[in-house]
């Protein structure tokens, strides 16, 4: 049963740390999303990556938010230093595009409450 | 960019039918529909591709008008099982086919 995996599930830390959330996603899919939820804002596209490639980030804050993939298992989202705001569900999902995105498979999310 | 939803939310009674919308001001190249439970992940439910396209997942189907840049989800016969929020997102043309999600909306049904 194929499925996006991410690590950890939940994360809470003080404000300033460091934090790291990892994503596995499913083995053949060519593009991985990072996206952010919270009651205000909803579903938040941060960043995406096609063939290990970024396409977007704009939706990153670029002082302190980075995405990485560092192989086609891997996909990374670091907040350095974190704050109180950034608390919210961050969810990896992977598709495979050919000419047009097909489905997005979500993880179960990463939690995060930064205090 | 981002899509309208419409209604925001709705509360019907086991068995009653539903219609959720989603708008954009810009041209579209496709609409994705999920759903979302409380404290899960979002699960597809349908890709609308083509302008005046329409698909159908057992009770719940949806409709793609290009021209208007509308899609509408329709729910019949609602189950309890039904119940979540709803999202649609849209790929707009000139956009590297990046998804815009809609704000959701949100459904309750009662037994």
């Known amino acids: 049963d194929a499925r996006v995996t991410q690590t950890p599930r939940h994360k809470v830390t003080e404000m300033g740390q460091e934090v790291t959330m990892r994503c596995q996603p499913i083995l053949g899919h060519n593009t991985v999303f990072w996206y952010r939820q919270t009651m205000m804002q909803g579903l938040e596209l941060l960043a995406y990556f096609r063939n290990r490639a970024p396409l977007d980030d704009s939706g990153m804050p670029k002082d302190r938010f980075s995405a990485e993939m560092p192989d086609a298992t891997l996909a990374t989202l670091k907040i350095q230093p974190s704050e109180p705001r950034d608390s919210a569900v961050y969810f990896c999902?992977?598709?495979?595009?050919?000419?047009?995105?097909?489905?997005?498979?979500f993880g179960q999310g990463t939690r995060l409450t930064v205090v | 960019q981002q899509p309208v939803q419409s209604p925001q939310a709705v509360i019907l009674r086991e068995g009653e039918d539903a219609v959720i919308n989603c708008s954009s001001s810009?041209?579209?190249?496709?609409v994705h529909w999920y759903r979302q439970k409380h404290g899960e992940a979002p699960v597809f439910l349908m890709i609308?591709?083509?302008g005046g396209e329409q698909k159908g997942h057992e009770k719940i189907s949806a409709s793609f008008n290009e021209k208007k840049q509308q899609s509408s989800l329709y729910l019949t016969a609602s189950q309890l099982s039904y119940s979540g929020t709803y999202f649609c997102g849209t790929e707009l043309k000139d956009s590297n086919y990046q998804l815009i999600w809609g704000a959701g909306t949100k459904l309750i049904i009662k037994p």
């Open positions: 609308l591709l083509k």
């Open positions: 810009k041209a579209l190249y496709s």
């Open positions: 999902a992977s598709g495979h595009y050919r000419t047009v995105n097909t489905e997005a498979f």
